[in-house]
């Protein structure tokens, strides 16, 4: 019997090839899409959580009181962590870990730019590293070693053996190898590929055995013993900081789960209130939603075919099927076409994963050898065949016989209720998704209209090491003189990537307690504003030709604003240990989160802090011949080194790579939710013409036009759409504005974008439907007459 079913099941998909493509494409499409969603979905939650302890190791959270709300960040001191495992019994390991930088690793007369880390021995500990070969009981055993993962290992070495080779850091520290250890996961926040000693970091960097409480630059990361009750044990650890440090009696401190920052790393009051969890949880949603609307598509397309359906189930009635039988015999047929859908969006993902990759900036991968996926799958082909074929399998089971046989079936008003239901669904979310597409790229105009402060265009950044360090204006001044470049400049970090704040800042006619607010800071020597095209508000940048700037520094209007001054312009200011005097103010401009207020910032000449050189390149040459004559006086300073250099302005649109991403996403499943929402309305469409038919054949020899009959065919659908749009338009304005409302610098929601939501709907829907709506109007109206 079970054969005879799939035999009949077959029959008919072949018999429809049309329509059983349309419907097996249009699930086959929204399985392939929800098994893309659902992959980047499980990516980010099991994100940090490959390590034998994670639900064991926390981030040690500072939370400081600043600008009238409460900072958090997982920035913390050099002495804190073994301050720690002193203080409180609970925590078994503590490690430290400075920010991953290139450095430069040369072995015989090969240099490659390796990612690097500088951690305590402990750190290897408390993330359960997995040494390839090697152990961490002896890894940092010397002082001058050196840990390689195998793909850092591998660019260096190629298929050498890593192990005991001496290499060249930098070209000054020569390190032993002493270990090789696995790839991190792509799913994971450490993406290093070599780990240096805390040890060996020291000894390179003396002050650091020294730096106290106040530099917040480093990480910490804790082990727990099991079984630790951790509300009791952050509120032990709450004034850890003030305990330690004078200056910072207001600082709380807590720990919070590793595995968990990823996704829940916004902070508001010290509490932690969400972040990219939301975004996993929209795609969580849209996977549902794309899979349910491609399952209303199925419905509608199988219940449109009835007519053709309605005299094989009469005759199976008449020869004794039950209704039972006949629903066991339509579920089989939908589950085939289920099964059918399955294979066909295996197919896709398999071509399209490379692609959505590229759009989300991930490495997904189908995990084509897991048990569980394929019995995930088998669970969707189930389930989706089930909702899916559950009303047509109902619907074509309820037909009487006699009148199927004397074919005069009609499935009548209350028939297609159902069908218009389905079909305002559809569009339901098809409008909202053309609302918030719309809405979404609206705000994302907005931010990257907001202006940055200082000109962004023609900008790169280069890493200062080497004889560059030292040199700088040296290799300035040769760049100028080929034309490769009109100014540069050397700061302590990158403009667009700003993460340096400093308090115990003093000011004349300071409140008590302001000296503990953190101000930004960015560390420069000469040329900032000519290089960068700030503007000064009032005052002058950094002069060579005045001894005195060597504390001198310049503010923005934010900070003079936060400092009350009226004449800012040589006002002394306390700062990094020496008082300064200001000798510029500028325009405000951005470090940080473009959507939120400016903050204060005080750019400040010191010599030894520099990190980067950023470069106007000249704007008369294309950016391509700038960079090839930059890259030849380069080399004249860094023959060892790489030419690597970073455009600003792509650096700074990675401020709102997630808003990007969403306007991209959103765009690619408005144009999904369309598509597969027309199918169902021409499922729809053609339904209601085979049962218009006769009063079509009627109304055609009484004298109507087509145009006519157009008209009448079409207004009931237009009507759906029209409920749908105000049901979906109503529903995307209360979840956008709330969405909007996390901006403090949003757009505003037009009634351009309702209009031109209707607009797009209706032109959908009549495009859609004209083609049946035509095709029943040139009917032979003799031919649709003929059995009455």
């Given at each position: 019997?079970?054969?005879?079913?799939?035999?009949?099941?077959?029959?008919?998909i072949?018999?429809?090839?049309?329509?059983?493509?349309?419907?097996?494409?249009?699930?086959?499409?929204?399985?392939?899409?929800?098994?893309?969603?659902?992959?980047?979905?499980?990516?980010?939650?099991?994100?940090?959580?490959?390590?034998?302890?994670?639900?064991r190791?926390?981030?040690v959270?500072?939370?400081?009181?600043?600008?009238?709300?409460?900072?958090?960040?997982?920035?913390t001191?050099?002495?804190?962590?073994?301050?720690?495992?002193?203080?409180?019994?609970?925590?078994?390991?503590?490690?430290?870990?400075?920010?991953?930088?290139?450095?430069?690793y040369?072995?015989?007369?090969?240099s490659?730019?390796?990612?690097?880390?500088?951690?305590?021995?402990?750190?290897?500990?408390?993330?359960?590293?997995?040494?390839v070969?090697?152990?961490?009981?002896?890894?940092?055993?010397?002082?001058?070693?050196?840990?390689?993962?195998?793909?850092g290992a591998?660019?260096?070495?190629?298929?050498?053996?890593a192990?005991?080779?001496?290499?060249?850091?930098?070209?000054?520290?020569?390190?032993?190898?002493?270990?090789?250890?696995?790839?991190?996961?792509?799913?994971?926040?450490?993406?290093?590929?070599?780990?240096?000693?805390?040890?060996?970091?020291?000894?390179?960097?003396?002050?650091?055995?020294?730096?106290?409480?106040?530099?917040?630059?480093?990480?910490?990361?804790?082990?727990?013993?099991?079984?630790?009750?951790?509300?009791?044990?952050?509120?032990?650890?709450?004034g850890?900081?003030?305990?330690?440090?004078?200056?910072?009696?207001?600082?709380?401190?807590?720990?919070?789960?590793?595995?968990?920052?990823?996704?829940?790393s916004?902070?508001?009051?010290?509490?932690?209130?969400?972040?990219?969890?939301?975004?996993?949880?929209?795609?969580?949603?849209l996977?549902?939603?794309?899979?349910?609307?491609?399952?209303?598509?199925?419905?509608?397309?199988?219940?449109?075919?009835?007519?053709?359906?309605?005299k094989e189930?009469?005759?199976?009635?008449?020869?004794?099927?039950?209704?039972?039988?006949?629903?066991?015999?339509?579920?089989?047929?939908?589950?085939?076409?289920s099964?059918?859908?399955?294979?066909?969006?295996?197919?896709l993902?398999?071509?399209?994963?490379?692609?959505?990759?590229?759009?989300?900036?991930?490495?997904?991968?189908?995990?084509y050898?897991?048990?569980?996926?394929?019995?995930?799958?088998?669970?969707?082909?189930?389930?989706?065949?089930?909702?899916?074929?559950?009303?047509?399998?109902?619907?074509l089971?309820?037909?009487?016989?006699?009148?199927?046989l004397?074919?005069?079936?009609?499935?009548?008003?209350?028939?297609?209720?159902?069908?218009?239901?389905?079909?305002?669904?559809?569009?339901?979310?098809?409008?909202a998704?053309?609302?918030s597409?719309?809405?979404?790229?609206?705000?994302?105009?907005?931010?990257?209209?907001?202006?940055?402060?200082?000109?962004?265009?023609?900008?790169?950044?280069?890493?200062?090491?080497?004889?560059?360090?030292?040199?700088?204006?040296?290799?300035?001044?040769?760049?100028?003189?080929?034309?490769?470049?009109?100014?540069?400049?050397?700061?302590?970090?990158?403009?667009?990537n700003?993460?340096?704040?400093s308090?115990?800042?003093?000011?004349?006619?300071?409140?008590?307690?302001?000296?503990?607010?953190?101000?930004?800071?960015?560390?420069?020597?000469?040329?900032?504003?000519?290089?960068?095209?700030?503007?000064?508000i009032?005052g002058?940048?950094?002069?060579?030709?005045?001894?005195?700037?060597?504390?001198?520094?310049?503010?923005?209007?934010?900070?003079v604003?936060?400092?009350?001054?009226?004449?800012?312009?040589?006002?002394?200011?306390?700062?990094?240990?020496?008082?300064?005097?200001?000798?510029?103010?500028?325009?405000?401009?951005?470090?940080?989160?473009?959507?939120?207020?400016?903050?204060p910032?005080?750019?400040?000449?010191?010599?030894?802090?520099?990190?980067?050189?950023?470069?106007?390149?000249?704007?008369?040459?294309?950016?391509?011949?700038?960079i090839?004559?930059?890259?030849?006086?380069?080399?004249?300073?860094?023959?060892?080194?790489?030419?690597?250099?970073?455009?600003?302005?792509?650096q700074?649109a990675q401020?709102?790579s997630?808003?990007?991403?969403l306007?991209?996403?959103a765009?690619?499943?408005?144009?999904?939710?369309?598509?597969?929402?027309?199918?169902?309305?021409?499922?729809?469409?053609?339904?209601?013409?085979?049962?218009?038919?006769?009063?079509?054949?009627?109304?055609?020899?009484?004298?109507?036009?087509?145009?006519?009959?157009w008209?009448?065919?079409?207004?009931?659908?237009?009507?759906?759409?029209v409920?749908?749009?105000?049901?979906g338009?109503?529903?995307?304005?209360?979840?956008?504005?709330?969405?909007?409302?996390?901006?403090?610098?949003?757009?505003s929601i037009s009634?351009?974008?309702?209009?031109?939501?209707?607009?797009?709907?209706?032109?959908?829907?009549?495009?859609?439907?004209?083609?049946?709506?035509?095709k029943?109007?040139?009917?032979?109206?003799?031919?649709?007459?003929?059995?009455?």
């Amino acid at each position: 019997m079970l054969k005879n079913y799939f035999k009949i099941a077959w029959r008919n998909i072949y018999k429809n090839k049309l329509y059983s493509a349309i419907n097996i494409g249009g699930l086959g499409v929204g399985m392939a899409v929800s098994f893309m969603l659902m992959l980047y979905v499980y990516n980010e939650l099991t994100y940090d959580k490959q390590y034998k302890n994670d639900e064991r190791i926390f981030t040690v959270m500072r939370h400081q009181p600043a600008n009238g709300e409460i900072q958090s960040g997982s920035s913390t001191s050099v002495p804190m962590a073994a301050a720690m495992l002193k203080d409180y019994p609970e925590i078994e390991k503590a490690a430290r870990m400075n920010w991953a930088f290139d450095k430069l690793y040369t072995y015989q007369d090969k240099s490659v730019n390796i990612n690097t880390a500088s951690v305590d021995p402990s750190f290897l500990d408390i993330f359960s590293i997995e040494f390839v070969k090697g152990s961490g009981a002896t890894a940092f055993s010397e002082l001058s070693s050196i840990v390689l993962t195998e793909s850092g290992a591998k660019s260096l070495f190629g298929t050498e053996d890593a192990m005991g080779k001496i290499v060249k850091i930098n070209k000054e520290r020569s390190a032993k190898v002493t270990g090789v250890i696995k790839d991190f996961a792509s799913n994971a926040s450490f993406k290093f590929n070599a780990v240096g000693s805390w040890a060996m970091l020291e000894a390179d960097q003396p002050w650091l055995k020294t730096s106290g409480w106040g530099n917040y630059s480093f990480k910490t990361y804790v082990l727990v013993k099991p079984g630790t009750n951790m509300a009791n044990l952050n509120a032990k650890i709450s004034g850890f900081i003030a305990k330690n440090d004078p200056n910072s009696k207001s600082t709380k401190v807590s720990l919070f789960q590793y595995s968990q920052l990823h996704l829940h790393s916004k902070f508001v009051n010290g509490k932690s209130v969400g972040g990219s969890i939301e975004y996993v949880q929209l795609f969580m949603i849209l996977a549902i939603v794309i899979l349910l609307i491609a399952c209303i598509n199925f419905m509608n397309l199988s219940t449109a075919r009835s007519e053709n359906r309605a005299k094989e189930v009469g005759v199976r009635k008449a020869v004794g099927a039950g209704r039972f039988s006949l629903i066991k015999q339509f579920m089989g047929e939908s589950l085939l076409m289920s099964a059918l859908a399955f294979v066909l969006a295996m197919i896709l993902v398999n071509r399209l994963l490379p692609y959505f990759n590229g759009v989300i900036g991930k490495n997904l991968e189908a995990p084509y050898g897991s048990v569980n996926f394929w019995l995930i799958g088998l669970g969707t082909i189930l389930i989706t065949g089930l909702i899916a074929g559950s009303y047509p399998a109902l619907f074509l089971s309820s037909f009487r016989p006699v009148k199927v046989l004397k074919g005069v079936n009609k499935a009548g008003k209350a028939a297609m209720l159902p069908r218009k239901i389905l079909v305002v669904v559809q569009f339901v979310i098809a409008t909202a998704f053309i609302l918030s597409s719309i809405l979404i790229y609206k705000q994302l105009m907005f931010i990257k209209s907001l202006p940055a402060g200082y000109d962004k265009n023609n900008l790169v950044e280069l890493s200062l090491d080497g004889r560059l360090y030292n040199d700088f204006e040296l290799f300035r001044r040769d760049a100028i003189e080929t034309g490769a470049i009109s100014d540069g400049v050397s700061t302590s970090s990158s403009i667009s990537n700003t993460n340096s704040s400093s308090w115990g800042i003093t000011w004349p006619g300071q409140l008590p307690g302001e000296d503990k607010i953190p101000i930004d800071q960015l560390v420069t020597t000469y040329h900032f504003v000519s290089t960068f095209n700030v503007k000064l508000i009032e005052g002058r940048d950094f002069d060579m030709g005045r001894p005195s700037d060597s504390t001198a520094i310049m503010l923005n209007q934010a900070a003079v604003k936060l400092m009350r001054m009226k004449e800012p312009l040589g006002t002394q200011v306390y700062w990094q240990g020496a008082k300064r005097t200001v000798v510029g103010v500028m325009q405000d401009f951005i470090l940080g989160d473009p959507t939120r207020p400016v903050d204060p910032v005080i750019v400040g000449f010191m010599k030894g802090w520099a990190g980067t050189a950023t470069i106007r390149l000249n704007n008369k040459l294309s950016v391509s011949d700038a960079i090839a004559k930059l890259n030849t006086v380069y080399k004249k300073y860094k023959p060892e080194y790489p030419f690597d250099y970073k455009f600003v302005d792509e650096q700074y649109a990675q401020k709102y790579s997630t808003e990007q991403l969403l306007g991209t996403l959103a765009n690619w499943f408005t144009i999904l939710a369309i598509v597969i929402s027309c199918l169902g309305l021409f499922g729809l469409a053609s339904f209601s013409a085979e049962q218009r038919r006769k009063e079509i054949g009627i109304r055609k020899v009484l004298g109507a036009s087509i145009a006519n009959l157009w008209f009448n065919l079409s207004k009931e659908f237009v009507q759906l759409v029209v409920i749908a749009f105000v049901i979906g338009g109503a529903l995307s304005w209360y979840f956008m504005n709330q969405w909007l409302q996390k901006y403090i610098f949003h757009t505003s929601i037009s009634a351009w974008v309702f209009v031109a939501t209707i607009i797009i709907s209706l032109a959908v829907t009549l495009l859609t439907i004209s083609w049946q709506a035509i095709k029943a109007a040139l009917t032979n109206p003799v031919k649709n007459l003929r059995s009455e």
